[in-house]
């Protein structure tokens, strides 16, 4: 309390010395005062932080991992929160989903392989009469994700809210849209 009572002393010292009269004053005192309140919010904003939690409302932490010799990929995704994920779908490059068979418990973790995600964007084109050429020549993909995919956006979605980590090569980078943010 003693910083708090020496900037009282000091802007009584300043109120005393400006006339009240003068505008130019009361303007420098105001700009004055504005600047140091502006810079007290900076400082408890700054420092108030929730001491390197998780950074999302859902609790999710996610890790990208190959292996080299098979190039065989997985997630490891952890539920930092307190509640467990019940109704836990995850969905791959906005294709791929798998659907986890028993709900991962709060403060716990699981492993993914990407070839178990099964491809769900499928949709077949009713023919026209005529019609045939413009349908797309390309078949869909596997019904499974390939081992060598590169992974793009990884979506986790379970009763207690949503989560979309966007991957760069191995590292998660910062969430799109306006989606919660993820935690390093």
């Known amino acids: 309390m003693a910083v708090l009572e020496q900037a009282l002393d000091i802007l009584d010292n300043v109120a005393e010395s400006i006339d009240p009269d003068g505008r130019y004053r009361r303007e420098k005192l105001l700009a004055m005062v504005a600047y140091a309140v502006s810079a007290l919010l900076t400082l408890v904003f700054a420092f108030s932080g ?14 990208r991992n190959v292996v080299p010799v098979t190039n065989e ?3 490891l ?15 791959l490059n906005g294709a791929y989903t798998f659907v986890a068979p028993k709900p991962l418990p709060a403060n716990s973790s699981d492993r993914f ?6 491809y769900n964007n499928y949709i077949p084109h009713t023919p026209r009469v005529g019609g045939w050429k413009s349908l797309s020549p390309t ?6 994700a390939p081992r060598d995919l590169v992974p793009k956006t990884l979506t986790i979605t379970t009763d207690g809210g949503e989560f ?3 991957f760069d090569g191995a590292l998660p980078l910062e969430p ?9």
């Open 50 to 63: 929730g001491g390197g939690g998780v950074s999302n409302n859902l609790g999710a932490h996610i890790e």
């Open 73 to 75: 990929q997985w997630f």
């Open 77 to 91: 995704i952890q539920n930092r929160s307190s509640s467990d994920w019940n109704g836990l779908t995850m969905q």
């Open 113 to 118: 392989l990407v070839k178990d995600f099964v």
């Open 139 to 144: 078949p869909p993909p596997g019904a499974f």
């Open 164 to 166: 979309t980590a966007l």
């Open 176 to 184: 799109k849209g306006d989606k919660e943010t993820k935690e390093e």
